[in-house]
């Protein structure tokens, strides 16, 4: 499982070295821009999972016929 933990299941935790190098590479304009993904990796993430929770309750609308 990655970082968020298999479906219906609590996400796992990053370790303290993640987010010390997440630092460094936040830290250094050429490193940012290399590794940007992991950066902004938690935004994306609660990001994702804020749009499936709003699909999820308008598939729910559908089925209750509001």
């Known amino acids: 499982a990655g970082p ?4 219906g299941e609590e ?5 303290a070295h993640f987010y010390a190098c997440i630092c460094a ?3 250094d304009p050429k490193l ?3 590794f940007m993904y ?3 990796l ?3 993430e609660a990001k994702e999972e804020a749009v499936a929770a709003a699909l999820q309750e308008v598939e729910a609308d559908r ?3 509001m």
Request: charged fraction near 40%.
């Open 4 to 7: 968020r933990g298999e479906k």
């Open 11 to 15: 996400p796992s935790r990053r370790c």
């Open 25 to 27: 590479f936040a830290s």
């Open 32 to 34: 940012s821009e290399e």
């Open 38 to 40: 992991y950066i902004n």
């Open 42 to 44: 938690d935004k994306n």
């Open 63 to 65: 089925i209750v016929g």
